[in-house]
């Protein structure tokens, strides 16, 4: 059978022109099929895998090899013609289902089920196995592998008996298959990607691999903290200072013990950022990890953890991975951006969302780092709020990372979540009980010697209105008012005397970080600084007041609160301690966990509960909440992922749409005109939606509930300045003091930004 097209003397996997015009010689579909193959086993050599990785890179692209395929590639690149021109009118012609076929033909289903998940998806993405059109089971009835040529199905089972074996007995009911599966597709992926630019993009390959070593970090980050004890030796030798050195040695001490699970419980301001850095690199040095994941919950704490880890280890050597990346001044072959393609660098910071979601994703962009993952240290920052909706398949899939991928999980906070099983709680499918080894010697000696602020005594049962919150905050020159949701945020800052502080998630990222920084610099001065907040301000923001008011809620959360209260001890030194009031306001929290932790909380307060701050009543909290919770698996994340489905019926594309962090379901993003929000926003008019500009973007968005949208896309305050991307119109309806102003309507023709 002839095999090639009259143009190309074999088959091809691609064709490039360089910026004269000229053609290249093609890349040879065989050279592309035997380097990805190469590659993707190297990357999963550490988890045993790297036969099943060699027959996934070998099978992935076998459907470029039919000349109907080879005519295809000419017809759509132009190859061979002056200017390479395109014919739009060309249909495009499957090549992943035929590979995926043709491999399960060449060594069985079993094991070929498992290969043809991935060859069949590295395109498009791991599907489900029936249900839709895009399904493996219709892809696989509907194509056919005759026109595959013999001496490329001949390269399929080269090492069928390695293919026999795995690399641990697999759960009929749990996450490891399906773990293990997304785990050799990230190298298929990632190998394919690297392999394809290193043809088409020599010169954005050779830009990857620029960082430094972990041995050099950590002599970095030596030479940094002697700098800063002997600072603080000599100018701030405070009992603060002293337990954080303490927490510091423990860290460095506990380091070389096992891999596995770790708990850093450390009170707010007792300096878990810089400590569980040095545990990270020297566990990482002694036990021969490849990269250090850093997971917080938000991006506010993301940026301001990132600028700590630049300061120690260089400007160059912290790859942040989440939405507020502004791209536009970085070029597509950036390190630093090339690195959050696949986390191929030693220190990665990045978001819950993005590591969780990620872990369950199906789509190639999203799985492509998973196995860099392996054989790395994960700080789980502010653990306390991973989402109790997904905690069964999250704890699951970490347990399963821990036991056969090389990853020790580190999870950091001063309200220490119930992550082990619990004989009172047997239903919890939490951690096996006693994995979890804390790093701190004596945490109750820690939050003794850290203690730095009073509770109040907490009335549960009497409701105080916004009135009276309000004239008894206004009685303070420097106070912090923490609530649990938007409109009370709104209502209680009303109240308050001008120019107190707002902070809410109806106010942009970009704006949120300008107010934070201002009241850090008001806070230095000598002048009133009020604020009223929602309680994105609990997790990880460096705040210091002496006063903290905080409507009832979760005990972490009224925990945390606490930590923006004499968080550096500063009136210890003048004989007395921050105070923290807990009142329960005229809104209850929003229905869901957050009104169930609340009415947790209260019930331990009528029980005789002493101290809120204690670190061994967040067991007790923690416990009840989860009990609480309707489901730790609400959308069946593990049900749809179990392998003992019949004919290996794994539905990965169905979870991964169904597991989401942050549920937006129901919310709508809108782009605000807020400082460069605006020209930003004239820009996308113009230029439409370029990758570069939706992610400078995310600085400027706000989330509203489809109700909230409705109403101002009805009375046209909303513009739709690219297809589904929407826009505030007017400025007025954006304070530079609240952000969005969803109740106000805006009556002055002049302040559109548009006509």
């Known amino acids: 059978m002839d095999t090639t097209s009259s143009v190309f003397p074999e088959p091809a996997a691609h064709v490039r022109q360089t910026e004269a015009g000229l053609w290249d010689e093609p890349q040879s579909l065989l050279e592309h099929l035997e380097h990805v193959a190469k590659i993707a086993s190297e990357f999963a050599r550490p988890f045993k895998s790297a036969a099943w990785a060699y027959e996934a890179g070998i099978g992935h692209d076998l459907g470029k090899s039919t000349k109907e395929w080879q005519n295809y590639l000419i017809e759509v690149s132009g190859y061979g013609t002056e200017d390479g021109y395109e014919t739009t009118g060309s249909r495009k012609i499957e090549h992943s289902a035929p590979g995926a076929k043709a491999v399960e033909e060449a060594i069985g289903k079993g094991p070929g089920r498992i290969l043809s998940y991935l060859i069949a998806g590295h395109h498009t993405g ?44 697999f759960s009929p009911d749990g996450l490891d298959m399906s773990l293990w599966i997304r785990m050799l597709f990230s190298c298929l992926v990632d190998a394919d990607y690297l392999d394809t630019e290193r043809y088409m993009k020599p010169e954005t390959a050779n830009k990857r691999h620029e960082y430094a ?9 030596d030479a940094y903290m002697k ?51 040095a ?30 880890f630049r300061r120690v280890l260089g400007d160059d050597q912290v790859v942040e991975h989440h939405c507020n990346i502004e791209e536009r001044d970085v070029s597509d072959d950036d390190p630093a951006r090339l690195a959050t393609e696949n986390w191929d660098a030693p220190l990665i910071v990045t978001t819950t969302v993005q590591f969780f979601e990620s872990l369950f994703a199906a789509k190639p962009g999203r799985c492509r780092k998973l196995h860099n993952i392996v054989d790395s240290v994960v700080i789980l920052d502010e653990a306390q709020l991973m989402p109790v909706e997904y905690l069964k398949p ?36 939490g951690l096996p009980q006693g994995s979890v080894r804390e790093i701190v010697q004596d945490v109750s000696a820690l939050y003794r010697g850290l203690r730095r602020v009073e509770i109040a005594p907490i009335d549960v049962d009497t409701v105080r209105s916004w009135e009276e919150i309000a004239r008894e905050l206004s009685g303070y020159d420097r106070i912090l008012c923490i609530v649990s949701d938007r409109k009370s945020c709104r209502d209680l800052h009303t109240l308050m005397p001008k120019g107190t502080y707002h902070l809410s998630a109806l106010m942009c990222p970009q704006h949120r970080s300008e107010m934070i920084s201002r009241i850090k610099a008001d806070l230095k001065g000598d002048g009133p600084v009020r604020v009223i907040s929602t309680q994105l301000v609990e997790a990880g923001v460096d705040i210091d007041f002496p006063i903290v008011y905080r409507s009832l809620a979760g005990l972490d959360s009224i925990a945390q609160a606490a930590g923006r209260c004499n968080r550096e001890g500063l009136l210890s030194a003048q004989g007395r301690t921050g105070r923290v009031v ?50 730790l698996d609400a959308n069946h994340i593990c049900e749809l992922l179990r392998p003992g489905r019949p ?31 605006a020209a930003l926003i004239e820009t996308l008019k113009r230029n439409g939606p370029e990758r570069w500009l939706l992610r400078k973007l995310q600085r400027y968005t706000v989330q509203v509930y489809e109700n909230q949208f409705f109403t101002l896309l009805h009375r046209g305050s909303l513009l ?20 969005l102003l969803i109740d106000d309507i805006c009556s002055d023709p002049e302040a559109y930004i548009t006509s």
């Open 647 to 677: 004919n290996l019926g794994i539905q990965f594309r169905s979870a991964s749409e169904a597991f989401h962090v942050v549920d937006d379901s129901m919310m709508k993003t809108l782009f605000v005109p807020y400082a460069d929000g």
């Open 227 to 277: 700098d800063l004890t002997e600072t603080v030796m000599r100018n701030a030798d405070t009992p603060v200072n002293r337990i954080r050195r303490t927490v510091l040695a423990d860290c460095r001490a506990a380091a070389s013990m096992p891999p596995g699970f770790f708990s850093l419980t450390v009170p707010t301001g007792g300096g878990k950022t810089l400590s569980s850095l």
């Open 720 to 739: 739709e300045v690219a297809p589904n991307f929407f826009a505030l119109q007017c400025k007025m309806e954006y304070s530079e003091e609240k952000g």
């Open 213 to 221: 070593s972990l041995e050099l970090l950590r002599q970095r980050y």
């Open 394 to 429: 999250i704890l699951e899939t970490l347990r399963i990372l821990t036991e056969h991928f090389g990853t020790s999980i580190v999870i950091c906070t001063a309200t220490q979540p119930v992550l082990e099983k619990q004989q009172r709680f047997p239903q919890f499918a």
């Open 582 to 631: 807990v009142f329960v306001g005229p809104r209850k929290p929003p229905v869901g966990i957050l009104r169930k932790a609340c009415e947790t909380t209260a019930g331990m307060i009528r029980g005789g509960l002493s101290d809120p701050l204690s670190p061994e009543n967040f067991t007790a909290f923690f416990s009840e909440l989860y009990w609480k919770a309707n489901s």
């Open 279 to 308: 545990f990270a690199l020297d566990h990482a040095l002694v036990h021969r990890k490849q990269r250090i994941i850093y997971v917080m919950p938000y991006t506010s704490i993301i940026e301001q953890n990132a600028d700590v």
């Open 126 to 169: 791991l599907p489900d196995w029936s249900g839709t059109q895009s399904s493996l089971q219709f892809r696989m009835q509907q194509t056919e592998t005759d026109h595959i040529p013999r001496q490329f199905r001949q390269l399929l089972g080269s090492d069928a008996d390695a293919l026999r074996t795995v690399p641990w007995r």
